[in-house]
């Protein structure tokens, strides 16, 4: 059979396992040994063999590369080395070098390397979980977009929630709002289509996409950053507020990720170019994930340091109890998430990508999905100023319905 058919035959059952959003690690690594082996192919036919010397050259068949050989002789190779996918077996797979070229491999590959066993059961649990995955995080995301919205459209409306601390939440909500846009574009560009190849797909389309999606995150975490800096910033100030700092806070919020995504850009245009970029697996990932640690450090710091200061400042016995409700009131919403947002990434971020799949997905997708949610819930819907706000609006707008009413009612009553 063709290299190519041989391999998706081998794999198939690997990678149905994988269902919506299928791990390309498998396909990559016999892509990369393919890459080698077409190199050493080329340099040895740079070298042409000395009369009496021939042989067989260097074969790729489509799962292992096979060394050139003089004729009359085997070459003996053991099984690909692949985690999670072929059992481990010691049995070897042999090929001959004959005067009408190389022989058939014997054993044949589906008979010495022994994909682990999968039931059928098993495969269609793992697809079942991967569509149930899908709509809990697509009705999260689409959860967390409307409130997001709707909190957007509150603080923009009324007046009087017009400051500093409330500008910075609306680019806060900003960041999760493109960070659920991404999401969803990219399942669009990758994954609506099942009869696109995932794993081989490598257009401007699906890179833009990766990178839109890497940069949301990015601006996710820093406008969280921002979120801690500011709050610092009010109780080392004691509540007085300069708007010059807004232009630094917007240049962290969007600047550092515009950024850090353009470096990644370049370098995996020059260095790594293949695929959709969305191999965890390379070392050029770091240039995205260090800088995520780097906030998600700075944030837990600011959080020791915020935790300390109000310490300090509700122990003051010189502190009326005004000012002491109004400390708790301003942080107890970045008190919550600076952790519940930075934990679960540096626990899982000391491990592999392969390691605990099954609860990432889970925290960054199920759980993260609802977090824009949440951060509304906390900055807007449950805040007292908004709700007081609202009130006064809705009680001032009722007034004016009621006035009208009885101006109405008294041109009548006088005509």
Same mark, same amino acid.
């Given at each position: 059979?063709?290299?190519?058919?041989?391999l998706?035959?081998?794999?198939?059952?690997?990678?149905?396992?994988?269902?919506t959003?299928?791990?390309?690690?498998?396909?990559?690594?016999?892509?990369?040994?393919?890459v080698?082996?077409l190199?050493?192919?080329?340099?040895?036919?740079?070298?042409?063999?000395?009369?009496g010397?021939?042989?067989c050259?260097t074969?790729?068949d489509? +799962?292992? %590369?096979?060394p @050139?050989?003089?004729?009359? *002789?085997?070459?003996?190779? /053991?099984?690909?080395?692949? $985690?999670? #996918?072929?059992?481990?077996?010691?049995?070897?797979?042999?090929?001959?070098?004959?005067?009408?070229?190389?022989?058939?491999p014997s054993?044949?590959y589906?008979?010495?390397?022994?994909l682990?066993?999968?039931?059928s059961?098993?495969?269609?649990?793992?697809?079942?979980?991967?569509?149930?995955?899908k709509?809990?995080?697509?009705?999260?995301?689409?959860?967390?977009l409307?409130a997001?919205?709707?909190?957007?459209?509150?603080?923009?409306?009324?007046?009087?929630l017009?400051?500093?601390?409330?500008?910075?939440h609306?680019?806060?909500f900003?960041?999760?709002?493109?960070?659920g846009?991404?999401?969803?574009?990219?399942?669009?560009?990758?994954?609506?289509?099942?009869?696109?190849?995932?794993?081989t797909?490598?257009? +401007?389309? %699906?890179k833009? @996409?990766?990178?839109f999606? *890497?940069?949301?995150?990015l /601006?996710?975490?820093y406008? $969280?950053? #921002?979120?801690?800096?500011?709050?610092?910033?009010?109780?080392?100030l004691?509540?007085?507020?300069?708007?010059?700092?807004?232009?630094?806070?917007?240049?962290?919020?969007?600047?550092?990720?515009m950024?850090?995504?353009?470096?990644?850009?370049l370098?995996r245009?020059?260095?790594?170019?293949?695929?959709?970029?969305?191999d965890?697996?390379?070392?050029?990932?770091?240039?995205?994930?260090?800088?995520?640690?780097l906030?998600?450090?700075?944030?837990?710091?600011?959080?020791?340091?915020?935790?300390?200061?109000?310490?300090?400042k509700?122990?003051c016995?010189?502190?009326?109890?005004?000012?002491?409700?109004?400390?708790?009131?301003?942080t107890k919403?970045?008190?919550?998430?600076?952790p519940?947002?930075g934990?679960?990434?540096?626990?899982?971020?000391?491990?592999?990508?392969?390691?605990g799949?099954?609860?990432?997905?889970?925290?960054? $997708?199920v759980?993260?999905?609802?977090?824009?949610?949440?951060?509304?819930?906390?900055?807007?819907?449950?805040?007292?100023?908004?709700?007081?706000?609202?009130r006064?609006?809705?009680?001032?707008?009722?007034?004016s319905?009621?006035?009208?009413?009885?101006?109405?009612?008294?041109?009548?009553?006088?005509a």
């Amino acid at each position: 059979p063709r290299p190519c058919s041989l391999l998706l035959l081998l794999l198939l059952p690997a990678l149905q396992v994988q269902g919506t959003h299928p791990d390309c690690s498998v396909v990559l690594h016999f892509q990369k040994r393919e890459v080698e082996c077409l190199e050493r192919i080329r340099s040895e036919s740079q070298t042409p063999a000395l009369p009496g010397e021939e042989g067989c050259p260097t074969e790729w068949d489509g +799962v292992s %590369c096979w060394p @050139a050989l003089p004729l009359g *002789q085997s070459r003996a190779v /053991a099984c690909p080395d692949i $985690l999670n #996918v072929f059992q481990k077996s010691k049995e070897l797979i042999q090929r001959n070098c004959t005067e009408w070229g190389w022989s058939l491999p014997s054993p044949p590959y589906h008979s010495a390397c022994q994909l682990e066993t999968l039931g059928s059961n098993d495969t269609e649990a793992k697809a079942c979980y991967f569509v149930t995955m899908k709509v809990l995080y697509t009705c999260g995301y689409s959860t967390s977009l409307a409130a997001l919205f709707l909190a957007i459209g509150i603080f923009s409306c009324f007046r009087k929630l017009h400051c500093t601390r409330n500008s910075i939440h609306i680019h806060f909500f900003t960041s999760f709002i493109l960070r659920g846009t991404a999401v969803f574009i990219k399942d669009s560009v990758l994954f609506s289509d099942e009869s696109i190849d995932h794993c081989t797909m490598s257009t +401007v389309t %699906c890179k833009a @996409a990766i990178a839109f999606f *890497q940069y949301s995150v990015l /601006a996710n975490f820093y406008w $969280l950053l #921002v979120e801690g800096l500011y709050l610092q910033t009010l109780l080392l100030l004691t509540f007085t507020c300069d708007r010059s700092y807004t232009w630094g806070y917007t240049l962290i919020g969007w600047g550092v990720p515009m950024v850090t995504v353009g470096v990644w850009v370049l370098t995996r245009l020059q260095y790594d170019d293949h695929g959709c970029w969305d191999d965890y697996s390379s070392l050029y990932w770091w240039v995205i994930k260090a800088p995520i640690l780097l906030a998600i450090f700075v944030n837990f710091l600011i959080f020791l340091n915020i935790t300390r200061m109000l310490a300090q400042k509700i122990r003051c016995p010189d502190l009326s109890r005004t000012h002491k409700q109004q400390y708790m009131r301003l942080t107890k919403s970045t008190m919550l998430l600076i952790p519940l947002f930075g934990v679960h990434y540096v626990v899982f971020a000391l491990f592999p990508e392969h390691v605990g799949v099954d609860a990432r997905l889970y925290f960054e $997708l199920v759980l993260g999905s609802y977090q824009g949610f949440l951060v509304a819930l906390l900055y807007c819907f449950l805040n007292g100023e908004v709700q007081a706000e609202i009130r006064r609006n809705w009680g001032k707008w009722q007034r004016s319905m009621e006035s009208n009413v009885f101006n109405l009612a008294t041109q009548d009553f006088t005509a």
